[in-house]
């Protein structure tokens, strides 16, 4: 894959994730257990998401595609769990 074309993709996946955060909700009704399970999801997520702008920053563009789609992979986890609600948008979602 060239330089230009992975660059393209690593913003992409970046933007997908980063709106993906700002749509999702934790789902109301959870018990205590299920509300520490989704915290961690959403931790997981924004540490990655986190960890992906510093490798994105440092071009390191294999490290930040990685860690943008296992923040991804965190929220669709949540949605698909039920901890959290993707709105039914299957655009950004693996929905249940």
Known sequence: MANEELAERVK???KLTE????KVSVKGGLSGKEQRIVNDF???AHNYLSDGK????????ELALAAYSYA???LDAG???GFL????????FALP
């Open 85 to 92: 609600d993707g709105k039914q948008d299957d655009r950004l």
């Open 79 to 81: 949605v698909r769990a």
């Open 42 to 44: 959403l931790d997981m």
């Open 19 to 22: 709106q993906a955060l700002k």
């Open 12 to 14: 992409r996946y970046r």
């Open 54 to 61: 510093h490798f994105e920053g440092e071009g390191k563009l």
């Open 72 to 74: 991804h992979a965190w």
